[in-house]
């Protein structure tokens, strides 16, 4: 099969070769355009990421194109009914990094526990008194989890591993798995009012917009700690400085800011300098950050080598799956 890959980097390459072998493989660290399709007129499959548009131009531009899989989730930059006409597969990454980002939900509830960034930065001060770094224990705390995904049943592994007493909230509710996990379902507010930790795991849309704002932060138990490994406007942010002003938050863990919806893919980080730059502008001189009760990383949950490798591995099992006549994952 003749395959080729646009937007890689080197390290990709290098990988997607070793898998691939036996296969005829093209790379480009250029997007998938009218200028350079005609190169891969007589290949059979494409690999991309989000920023090769694939429309009726560039597909009639490959004739013998059968599949088209992205090493994304999303799908919205590919021309789905002209591929469905002309009969060509499209296949994603539904999934790559549910361990990854709850893993850093918990590196964020951490630090807050434990003060780890108010002692780091004491440090670097030559400060190594430990008034006001008194922290508290998981154990026996409650964790509200908003939003029972992947990611939020990661996120109560790892929070009953801590010994950790789990509530979760979610519009679909998996009864099985609560009683095989060892966690109830509640009403939001119900979450709100238990919770010592509250974390959010759910996908941003019209529902979802807002979820905290000034009203539900007044029913959240006092002291609560929040994080937010989700999307940033999940939470509305004046609210957020309003609730911790108030001390009804004794801190917040935040992996993305309100505003950065112009990242739709965690990857775009990666790729455009333009992105980087929005989410710059966003945190500058942000009255949250000067606070030492708010832990801030910037959109780095999903960011680990093995997530990154998750991403080509099941683009190689994407195109295993297809030459074998049983694709997967197909959008």
Known sequence: ??????????????????????????????????????????????????????????IREI?????????????????????????????????????????????????LSRHMCKACIRRFEQDFSIEGLEGFDLKGK???????????????RIAKGFGMNVVAYDVRQNKLLSEVLGFEYATLEDLLARSDVITLHVPYMKATHHLMNKDTFKLVKRGAILINTARGSIVDTEA??????????????????EGEEVIKEEKQLLYDPKNLEVLNNLVKDHILL????????????????EALERILETTVE???AFVSGKPQNVV
Not at 11 to 16: A, G, I, M, P, V
Not at 89 to 109: R, W
Not at 290 to 305: G, L, M, Q, R
């Open 63 to 111: 004739p013998n194109l059968k599949l088209i899989t992205t090493r994304s989730t999303g799908f919205d930059h590919i021309d789905i009914e002209k591929c469905k006409k002309q009969g060509i597969t499209i296949c994603n990454v539904p999934s790559y990094g549910e361990n990854t980002v709850a893993e850093h939900t918990f590196a964020l509830i951490l630090s």
């Open 142 to 156: 409650t964790i509200g989890v908003i939003g029972t995904g992947q990611i939020g049943l990661h996120v109560i």
């Open 240 to 257: 957020l400085i309003e609730a911790l002003d108030n001390k009804i938050l004794a801190g917040a863990g935040l992996d993305v800011f």
């Open 318 to 320: 994407n195109v295993v």
């Open 1 to 58: 099969m003749k395959i080729a890959f646009f937007e890689v980097e080197d390290w990709e390459e290098e990988y997607l070769k070793k898998k691939l072998n036996g296969h005829v493989l093209k790379f480009s660290n250029e997007k998938l355009s009218l200028e350079n399709a005609p190169q891969i007129k007589d290949f059979d499959a494409v690999s991309v990421f989000i920023y090769s548009k694939i429309d009726e131009q560039i």
């Open 290 to 305: 000067s606070k030492d009760n708010v832990v801030f990383t910037p959109h780095i949950a999903f960011y680990s080598k």
